[in-house]
Each structure stands twice: as C-alpha cells, then as structure tokens.
C-alpha cells in the first residue's frame, strides 16, 4: 500500500521530472564532449582551453545551486523548475550564436550551467520530499535517464555534426533541452511534505519575524542558506564520495571520446563504445535499489562496494586496446557510476534527513566545484604535456578509493562507538 501511494500520479510526475532532469544534465556534457574537437579545431589551438570553456558550465551549476533555497522560498519550487528548464534551451540557442571561446564560455557560465545546477537539485528535492519506503527505487529509475544520454546523444551529436555542422549540432541540442519544461509544468507543489529540521526551528521563526520587520535580507539569506549542515560530519562523507564521482565523471564525459581517438580510433566507433557505458548504467541504477529499500542491504556497504568497481574499471584502461575489452570495461564502469550517482542520494536523506536537503544538494554541489573545474582541465593537460591520456585514467581510478575513505571512517568509528 506504502508503495502504491507513493506511485501515484503525483509521484510519477516528479519522477519524470527528475527523469527528464538527469537525461538533459548528461546528455548536454556528452554533447559537448562530442563536439570539443570541433571547437577547438574552430576557435583555438590548445584542447585545454575548449575543456575548461565547456566545463566551466558544471563550475556555475554547482555555485549556482547554493541560491535555490532562496529562490524556491520566495517563488516556490513549481516556478523556478519551469523558468530553469526553460533557460537550458536558451543557452544551447545562444551557444550556436557564438563567434569565439570566449562566447561559449560566457553563455555555458552564466546561462545554462545556472539553469541545469538549480534544475537538478529542485528535482532531486521534489523526488526525495515524495518518496519515503521506495527512495532507492525511485532514485535508481530517475538515473536510467543517463541511460538515454550516454546511449543516444554521443551518436546523436556526432551525426548532427557529420550532418550539419557545429552549429547546427548546438542549436538541435537547445530543442532536446527544452523538453523537460513540460515535465516541470506537471509537477504541482505539495508544501506540507517540506519539512523544517527540528535543530532549524528557531531559526526559521526568526528569519520571519525579520522579514516582517524589515530587517537586512542579507541574513535572512544567510540563515536560509543553512550553514549549519558544513557542521555535520555525515554532510563531508557525502560530500567526499560526490566530490570523487564528479571528477571522475564529469573527466570521462568529456574527453573519454578524445581519448579514443587518440588511441586510433574513428569518432564513430569512439562513440559507440561510449555508448556501451549506457547499458551498466541501466544495470547499475536497480543493481542495489531492491536490496536498500528492503533492508537486505546497507546504503552504505553499496556505496563502498560501487565505489572499488568504478576504480577498477578504469586502472585497466590503458592496458586496453581492443574495442570490445573497452566496451565492457565501459560497461562495468557505467554500472559503478550509476549505482554510486543513485545511492549517494539515498545516503544524503539517510544521513542528513529529508528536511536538510535542498540545503545539502546545494551545498555538495558547491563544495564539488573543484571537482568540476579539475575534470575540465586536468586530463587535457596531462594529454598536452605526455601526448596520451593514460597517466590521467590512472589518476582517476585512484580518486573514488580515495573519496570512500570518509564513509569507511564513519563506519568504523559508530561500530567502536
């Protein structure tokens, strides 16, 4: 019955939204992945300017995400989602306007990437505010959606530029994001499921005798923010774990196709294999959600365990020359990045509580932008210094061990305790 309720038509509206979300999120990094050597080829003579232009969008949608409490407060989460989806089209419009690097990187920074962090974080609230005994689940099918993007978009962007140009390929993709506005439409508000943290009451009734008083905005801003959760131990081992999943991720996206081609390959084989990560995502998304949500399985033990998998997947690579034992390697490493990218949600509301997490998304995206800055420039760097990418996917295999070394400590320490 638990279940039932929560699948209703409300709940299946959010999880399209959060579906649609996540398709968009992946499929514009992959895009631009695809279309970095066409950049760079357009604009300048060194692949790591057009990496730190394009990543720059993960930059400002983690720093962006910090003003989503403040916006969902005074606007309501309903007209921020509509407005947010609507401003991904935009950007992708403008992008194929662009005349210079410089261009691209403004419009990435101040337009898209904003609309795609404050997108995300809202739905991923909206999922974890509606779901309670079937979270897991839930989480898991939203993320299918970068099935859609690492199976469609890498091949979809490539014949779109075979096909069209640059250009052309930007402005098809503004249609794709735009999509999702729909979905934000459907989604109505359910203000009683928005919970205050019981530790943030009095802060909450402060902040409204402020604002009825006409006191400063500026620390109602402040306290809305919720600085209180950089406090909380649990708030830095979801953040270590993201932190490492972002690098790793966001690397991946876009210059894994680089990294082919620079091994030999054609763009379209190089996608292909790309798009043999989406069949582990798909695996990875309901690996471990029907074992969480029925107890049978710790969150936390299957975030150690997917976080050891995504290392592995990608230590072998520069052993790798044939395209199949790249397609499978590609399998296992969609699989681990999947399971990792749902879970991690499921243990931000375990560790923190359901009404900490609009200010906990937002956080850990912000914390995590140098993640995404690093993603943008350290594997082009390592390719201009040593000619190959290798040395990079090596780094990268080491960072998610490295980031479960929190969660491990945490464990450790309640079983002493």
């Given at each position: 019955?638990?279940?039932?309720?929560?699948?209703?038509?409300?709940?299946?509206?959010?999880?399209?939204?959060a579906?649609?979300?996540v398709?968009?999120w992946?499929?514009?990094?992959?895009?631009?992945?695809v279309?970095?050597?066409?950049l760079?080829?357009?604009?300048?003579?060194?692949?790591?300017?057009?990496?730190?232009?394009?990543?720059?969008?993960?930059v400002t949608?983690?720093i962006?995400?910090l003003?989503?409490?403040?916006?969902?407060?005074?606007?309501g989460s309903?007209?921020v989602?509509?407005?947010?989806?609507a401003?991904?089209?935009?950007?992708f419009?403008?992008?194929?306007l662009?005349?210079?690097?410089?261009?691209?990187?403004?419009?990435?920074?101040l337009?898209?990437?904003?609309?795609?962090?404050?997108?995300?974080?809202?739905?991923?609230?909206?999922?974890?505010?509606?779901?309670?005994k079937?979270?897991?689940?839930a989480?898991?099918?939203s993320?299918?959606?970068q099935?859609?993007?690492?199976?469609?978009?890498?091949?979809?962007?490539?014949?779109f530029?075979d096909t069209?140009?640059?250009?052309?390929?930007?402005?098809l993709?503004?249609?794709v994001?735009?999509?999702?506005v729909?979905?934000a439409?459907?989604?109505?508000?359910?203000?009683?499921?928005y919970?205050?943290?019981?530790?943030?009451?009095?802060?909450h009734?402060?902040?409204?005798?402020?604002?009825?008083?006409?006191?400063?905005y500026c620390?109602?801003a402040?306290?809305?923010?919720d600085?209180?959760?950089?406090?909380?131990?649990?708030?830095?081992?979801?953040?270590?774990?993201?932190?490492?999943?972002?690098?790793?991720?966001?690397?991946?996206f876009?210059?894994?196709?680089?990294?082919?081609?620079?091994?030999?390959?054609t763009?379209?084989?190089?996608?292909?294999?790309?798009?043999?990560?989406?069949?582990?995502y798909f695996?990875?998304?309901?690996?471990?959600?029907?074992?969480?949500?029925r107890?049978?399985?710790?969150?936390?033990?299957?975030?150690l365990?997917?976080s050891?998998?995504?290392?592995l997947?990608?230590?072998?690579?520069?052993?790798?020359?044939?395209?199949?034992a790249m397609?499978?390697?590609?399998?296992?490493?969609?699989?681990?990045?999947?399971?990792?990218?749902?879970?991690?949600?499921?243990l931000?509301?375990?560790?923190l509580?359901?009404g900490?997490l609009?200010?906990?998304f937002?956080?850990i995206?912000?914390?995590?932008?140098?993640?995404s800055?690093l993603?943008?420039?350290m594997?082009?760097?390592v390719?201009?210094?040593?000619?190959?990418f290798?040395?990079?996917?090596?780094?990268?295999?080491?960072?998610?061990?490295?980031?479960?070394?929190?969660?491990?400590?945490g464990r450790?320490?309640k079983q002493l305790?």
């Amino acid at each position: 019955m638990e279940t039932a309720r929560e699948f209703n038509k409300r709940g299946f509206s959010v999880l399209l939204m959060a579906f649609s979300a996540v398709v968009v999120w992946g499929g514009a990094f992959k895009s631009l992945g695809v279309l970095l050597p066409a950049l760079t080829d357009q604009f300048t003579d060194y692949t790591w300017l057009t990496g730190i232009a394009v990543s720059i969008m993960g930059v400002t949608a983690d720093i962006a995400a910090l003003v989503t409490k403040l916006l969902q407060d005074k606007f309501g989460s309903g007209r921020v989602l509509i407005c947010s989806t609507a401003a991904m089209g935009l950007g992708f419009v403008l992008v194929s306007l662009a005349t210079s690097i410089v261009h691209i990187a403004i419009v990435l920074a101040l337009v898209s990437g904003p609309a795609l962090g404050i997108t995300i974080v809202l739905s991923k609230v909206a999922l974890g505010c509606h779901f309670n005994k079937r979270y897991s689940l839930a989480s898991g099918i939203s993320h299918t959606g970068q099935v859609i993007s690492l199976l469609a978009c890498a091949p979809m962007m490539q014949l779109f530029l075979d096909t069209y140009g640059w250009r052309g390929a930007s402005l098809l993709l503004a249609g794709v994001c735009f999509h999702p506005v729909i979905c934000a439409v459907l989604v109505r508000e359910n203000k009683t499921r928005y919970e205050i943290p019981p530790n943030q009451s009095d802060v909450h009734e402060t902040n409204s005798n402020e604002s009825t008083s006409d006191k400063s905005y500026c620390a109602h801003a402040v306290s809305t923010m919720d600085l209180g959760v950089l406090l909380r131990f649990n708030f830095w081992v979801v953040c270590s774990i993201l932190f490492g999943l972002r690098f790793v991720n966001t690397a991946w996206f876009l210059f894994y196709v680089s990294h082919l081609q620079a091994k030999g390959l054609t763009p379209q084989i190089a996608t292909g294999i790309c798009s043999a990560a989406g069949v582990g995502y798909f695996l990875g998304c309901i690996l471990f959600a029907s074992f969480v949500d029925r107890g049978l399985l710790k969150c936390s033990s299957a975030v150690l365990v997917s976080s050891l998998g995504l290392a592995l997947s990608l230590v072998v690579d520069p052993w790798l020359e044939d395209a199949v034992a790249m397609a499978f390697a590609n399998v296992f490493f969609g699989m681990s990045t999947s399971a990792l990218y749902s879970l991690s949600d499921v243990l931000t509301k375990e560790l923190l509580g359901v009404g900490r997490l609009t200010s906990a998304f937002s956080w850990i995206g912000a914390v995590c932008v140098l993640g995404s800055a690093l993603a943008g420039f350290m594997p082009d760097w390592v390719y201009d210094t040593t000619g190959n990418f290798d040395t990079a996917f090596i780094v990268l295999s080491i960072t998610p061990v490295v980031a479960a070394i929190p969660l491990l400590i945490g464990r450790i320490w309640k079983q002493l305790c």
